[in-house]
């Protein structure tokens, strides 16, 4: 080799190295601040994600372990049961639709499932009786999308076979075996009976399965390549496990996910579970953040309306004047929402800030940590 050739090798191989993005810093005060809960065996692994709406990551936690027993760091290539974060994309999804001049917010659910019109209301009960009357007013989309329906947390299906074992036309037909425990709109009451209701009407105005208009809406466009109901083989593999203490307090214990239908990956006998049936990665749950932190757009591609995005941003729980909007929980100047496990991801509008949280934690101690870090990654996100 010449010594011009190699002086030029030098200078592209430098010029490259230099291109290339270096790996973001550990924030020592979000290490500080997990510690103690990992210390007590309350969570085994955690990832933590500060970065802003243009995609610069300015830090990176990597903490403790994916699996315990074989001693395998947590890291951004585990997969995670991202539960009740599946509600952020049946919000989208309606809101997408409603975009499209197809659905209206407060259009009655039996504008699209006509059988729901069988609902009845409690208006008495105890131990002896239980008195039945006629809502006062529909149940409309907003109402089941803002768990202010009067829907209880599951159907009567799914209480007996499962959560996601029967298609989500069953699950929404069935929903008329429960009553309704209160007015729609008088009151708030978390659960998934709701969202599997809207993404049912998803299904019936878009004409496709649900599973497929969030492949075709949101997974594909934005590079969510690891997003499903379905996790294969290879991902299960992958899988962070959910741990808390044991019972002497002195080390691990691991559990599962009890929630769902195994196997997990057999889509002949499983049914996607709109409320909470979602697996993802680290990566596709920070471009979903990405997505909001950009006002419903990225990389060029529109997802959402200025209209649509100003809607999950805002209060949707009428006089009951709770922090929830259409699938996403509003905190602290933050949207988003959080799974059964911890997971959670947070986009600050005002600063541009987006919190991508990834654990898998059986103790309850998940929701503690999770609002920790929060507050930690506000406080470290540059100014």
Known sequence: MTSITLCLTLIALTATAFAADPEPPVSPEVTAAMQPYMDQYKLAGVIGIVADKTGK???????????????????????????????????ASIMTLVDEGKVSLDDPVTKFIPQLNKWMVVQEKDESHVLLTRPTQPVTIRHVLSHTSGLTGSSELQQAAGADSAPLKARALSSVTGPLQWQPGDK????????????????????????????????DPLGMTETTFW??????????????????????????????????????????????GLFSTTHDIFRYGLMLANDGELDGHRYLSHAAMDELRTEQTGKTKVNYSLGYHLRHGMFGHDGAYGTDLSVNPQTGMVAVFMVQCTSGDQWSARDLFLKTATQIFPK
């Open 57 to 91: 990551v300015h830090y990176k936690n990597l903490l403790g372990y994916a699996d315990v027993e074989a001693k395998t760091p947590i890291s951004e290539d585990n997969v995670f049961w991202i539960a009740s974060m599946s509600k952020m994309f049946a919000g």
């Open 188 to 219: 708030y009451a978390y659960g998934n009976q709701g969202m599997n209701i809207a993404a049912r009407i998803v299904e019936i105005v878009s004409d496709m399965p649900y599973e497929e208009f969030l492949q075709k809406r949101f997974f």
């Open 231 to 276: 996790p294969s083989e290879s991902q299960l593999a992958r899988l962070a496990g959910a741990y808390g203490p044991n019972k002497e307090k002195n080390g691990f214990a691991k559990g599962g996910i009890g929630f769902l239908t195994k196997p997990l990956s057999d889509r002949t006998h499983r049914y996607p579970e709109a409320g909470g």
